[in-house]
């Protein structure tokens, strides 16, 4: 099976992200198993290209699953959840809360330990970064041109990956970055 774009990203990534993390060929069985089932609904595990396990004692029954074209993704306490890569516009981090917003302006949260947030940020700023920029080499505009800096919110101390100077405001308090 060819892979995409972010589905490569996906394997060549997401297990230095996190000790949380898992890449297919190498995702324990139980582990797979259980993602396959809770976090993704049933969908075939030969599907599954990564997952993140955000459960305490490691069980996969809540987190992440990647396939090719989006997410599933299961919180602590919630139903299972389906996000295609392209939806996603942005994430920041609020403590140790990853909030990443989608097109239709919703957003969702993932609680995590701040080692899990620490190695999954990039990991999922790059991702949607991807998604968003599939043709890196083609006409972007200046502010997509500008680096993205991470960096907290001087206001609040929200953390964000956000094009400094560009007039944006934090989303919690209204501070320009």
Not at 84 to 101: A, C, E, M, P, Q
Request: glycine fraction near 8%; proline fraction near 5%.
């Amino acid at each position: 099976m060819t892979k995409s774009t972010i589905g490569n990203y996906v394997i060549e990534n997401l297990s230095q992200a996190s000790s949380d993390a898992f890449v297919a060929p190498d995702i324990p069985l139980k582990k797979l198993s259980n993602s396959a089932q809770f976090i993704a609904g049933g969908i075939c595990q030969k599907s599954i290209l990564g997952i993140f396990d955000a459960t305490l004692f490691g069980s996969a029954k809540h987190g992440v699953v990647f396939v090719d074209e989006l997410l599933y993704f299961r919180p602590l306490i919630g139903t299972i959840e389906k996000h295609k890569y392209h939806d996603l516009l942005s994430i920041h981090r609020k403590g140790n809360t990853l909030v990443i917003t989608q097109a239709n302006n919703h957003s969702f949260e993932m609680y995590l330990t701040p080692e899990q947030a620490d190695g999954m940020l990039p990991f999922l700023e790059g991702l949607i970064e991807l998604a968003n920029n599939p043709n890196d080499s083609q006409n972007k505009s200046d502010e997509q041109n500008t680096p993205k800096t991470p960096t907290n919110c001087i206001g609040c101390g929200a953390g964000y990956a956000q094009a400094v100077n560009t007039g944006a405001r934090c989303e919690w308090c209204d501070t320009p970055y």
